[in-house]
Every structure is written in structure tokens, then in C-alpha cells.
């Protein structure tokens, strides 16, 4: 049988574009969550915490193994600005292009465990694995 574990968790940022203060209002503010919140389950990512800021966006999202956090990037910023644009067609005012949020982003992979432990558990694998061969060969 064949048999793989994933766990993939990105913090994600980006921000508007010229840093305007889009969600200044908390209604605006509001609406961006429902949106990213939406996009996120459309694309089987699931949000785990968000903070719309009034001129950018802080995510942690845990997604597919085979979804890179470029790949989650594009397809929140995408899918939120065409429906923040068509849910508030004021914003066109703003940016009469169509370009919401900025070509800019941040992304960072986010574990359960922190760095030291993961190489300390590498390094003692073959340790490990040799205790349990002698193990089995007595």
C-alpha cells in the first residue's frame, strides 16, 4: 500500500496596492474576511487565522500538499479582488485597472514544530533505527 502524511501551513501577506487603506471601514474590513474566507474553501484551503488590516492582509492557511504558498497567494488575491471589485464597484474608483492588491507578498511555511526539534529528530533517526535492528537481530 502506499502511504504519504502531509501537513502544509503558510503564513501569508500582502497588501494593497500603493498601500491605500482599502479597509479602513469595518464593514470593508469585514467583507475582505468573507471573501478570503469564501476563495479559501472554494480551492480546498482552509483558513486558520486572518486579520484584514486597513491596508493589508495577514492569512495562515493550512492547503493541499501539491498547493505551493505562490500558488495560494494567486488564487486568494485573484479570486478576492474580482469579487471585491464586482461586491463593491466604488473600489473601480480607486483602482480603474482592476488591480487590488500589489504584485508584493510574503510567505512562510509554518509547522507544529520548531526547527531544533525537527533536526534533532533527523539526526537521531539512525540512532534510533540501529537500536531497534539490534533489537530485532537478539
Not at 492569512?59 to 501539491?66: E, G, L, Q, R, W
Not at 495560494?72 to 466604488?90: D, H, I, Q, Y
Request: charged share 20%; proline share 1%; glycine share 6%.
Amino acid at each position: 500500500y502506499q502511504h504519504s502524511v502531509a501537513q502544509c501551513i503558510y503564513h501569508l501577506q500582502w497588501t494593497t496596492k500603493y498601500r491605500y487603506h482599502m479597509f479602513r471601514k469595518e464593514k470593508y474590513a469585514l467583507l475582505c474576511d468573507e471573501v478570503l474566507r469564501g476563495v479559501a474553501q472554494r480551492h480546498g484551503m482552509e483558513v486558520i487565522e486572518l486579520s484584514v488590516m486597513s491596508d493589508h492582509v495577514h492569512a495562515v492557511v493550512k492547503a493541499k500538499p501539491s498547493m505551493s504558498a505562490s500558488e495560494c497567494l494567486r488564487l486568494l488575491k485573484g479570486a478576492s479582488s474580482r469579487e471585491l471589485f464586482k461586491r463593491v464597484p466604488n473600489y473601480r474608483l480607486r483602482y480603474s485597472k482592476g488591480h487590488l492588491w500589489s504584485g508584493g507578498n510574503f510567505a512562510r511555511t509554518v509547522g507544529s514544530v520548531d526547527l531544533e526539534t525537527t533536526n534533532h529528530y533527523v539526526a537521531q533517526q539512525r540512532t534510533y533505527a540501529q537500536a531497534i535492528l539490534t533489537d530485532f537481530q537478539n
